[in-house]
């Protein structure tokens, strides 16, 4: 490893960011280590270096390329960002609604599986497993889709990829399936309350994956995976079930059907504490 560029390209990186302490924060990482890297002390094991690559958005043979061209690189990212991403710009801009979205949100990085029932399978619950993580500064989401039970379907595996912000009461999710494109998702969820942490309720509203390609919404349901997580495991357990599966749990089952209530004039997300009583 070439010290003397990997000290100077992450000492440029880290002078664009609020502070070192905050960088620190966000990778979690000791201080005085990282203060260590910077000094040549001590170089990153390969775990620290992917962590701090994806902090920044950079790969690892860039932070480790000679200085001046690796300036270069920055500044043209820096500079041709707002024309080529408006919709990046679009979501920076968000996080200036609240400024502390992603240290909120950080209680809630991990696996989820996430329960609703699709409009092209009104008799099943779809369970998706989703990822959410955090990356250069910000929050994402990678959600898998199983529909492997359904013979019919051309695609049965959708991925869809999004941010995720705090908007200081609720939390937004805007998502694209990662492929075709033509699947987008905006999901609010009501945040978990201290004695249910593991349970989200909230409403996603898009376009279907069906062929008529339906503008639907539906109540939806999060629940939090405990660590450590098998990936594995946990894909497998993605996919379509009937309703009254007992893989679904009678409490979901009955939190994510989408029918209005006489008082609730709307469709509307239903606190998960009252449904549950």
Known sequence: ???????RNLRL???YSISIAEVCRRLQINRQQ?????????????RKM??????????????LMDHAQFREIIAIRRHSGAALDPLGEFIIGLSKVNPRSTRQLEPYLGFYYSYF???????????SLVSVFTRAGFVYVKTVENYSAVKRRSRRILKHTGVMYHTGERLIIHER?????????????????PDQAS??????????SGTKRDVACYRVIWEA???????????????????????????IRAAIANDVAPAEGAFVARDWINETM
């Open 1 to 7: 490893m070439n010290q003397t560029n990997f000290q």
């Open 13 to 15: 990186l880290t002078n």
């Open 34 to 46: 990282f203060h260590r890297y910077l000094s040549g002390g001590a170089r990153p094991s390969p």
């Open 50 to 63: 992917l962590k701090i690559c994806d902090h920044f958005g950079v790969d690892e043979s860039e932070i």
């Open 117 to 127: 029932r699709p409009v092209e399978f009104p008799d099943m619950v779809l369970r």
């Open 177 to 193: 399936e990662a492929i075709v494109g033509q699947m987008m998702w905006t999901t609010i969820l009501l945040p978990a309350r």
């Open 199 to 208: 349970v989200m309720p909230g409403l996603t509203l898009g376009v279907s």
């Open 225 to 251: 995976l405990d660590d450590p997580v098998d990936i594995r495991a946990a894909l497998s357990g993605a996919g379509l079930y009937d309703l009254t599966s007992p893989v679904i749990p009678r409490d």
